[in-house]
């Protein structure tokens, strides 16, 4: 099977990001490639257990064009974005979740062949399970069907697992996990 220049790209860089990004204490994510062949958009999504600082995207990046121009893997224009991840990146890594340990997160996950959606903060993560303490609700306004919490306002899912009392820990094994990302969380006073 013939390799397209989006996959001879991400491929080529992927060694030399992520020592890149190893060198600066961080993780790769992953490397998309969009645009055209003359034109193309790299983008390169960092991460790690600390933040990514503005200085990490500077240094990959230059790096990173250096590496492009020495291997003349670009024949025209290209735009590179060295980035950390948005408040949308899932967490699919083990030191993901360790970091995000007591932050508040949205879970989706299959328990036999029901979908369900769980909102609550991460207490414990291994490589079979993941504890959530749920959202323990002040009230629900219908129809957004927003729960205030205390962390703020938490937009419930049609296919949210809600519990008459409340519930200290729900386990779910991550084999059935689907997708888990971070919520933002509004600071308490």
């Known amino acids: 099977m013939a390799t397209t220049f989006k996959e001879k790209i991400a491929s080529t860089l992927h060694i ?11 993780h790769l994510l992953r490397i998309d490639v969009r645009g055209t062949e003359q034109n193309p958009v790299i983008e390169v999504l960092l991460d790690g257990d600390r933040l990514v600082a503005v200085d ?20 025209g224009n290209y735009r590179l974005d060295v980035m950390s991840p948005g408040v949308e990146e899932p967490l699919v890594h083990d030191w993901q979740f360790t970091r995000s340990i ?6 989706h996950y299959r328990d036999g062949g029901d979908h369900h959606t769980l909102h609550g903060h991460l207490r414990e993560s ?13 009230g629900i306004r219908p129809p957004t069907r927003t729960a205030l919490t205390e962390d703020g306002p938490v937009k419930l899912e049609a296919d949210e697992q809600l519990y008459e009392k409340p519930v200290a820990i729900v386990k779910i094994d991550r084999a059935h996990l689907t997708k888990v990302v971070v919520q933002p969380e509004m600071s308490r006073r």
């Open 56 to 75: 990490d995207c500077e240094i990959v990046s230059r790096d990173l064009a250096v590496a492009i121009e020495a291997d003349k893997l670009v024949k």
């Open 16 to 26: 030399k990001a992520s020592e890149l990004a190893r060198e600066r204490g961080l």
């Open 102 to 107: 007591g932050r508040l997160v949205e879970v």
């Open 126 to 138: 291994s490589q079979k399970e993941i504890a959530i303490e749920p959202i323990h609700l002040k």
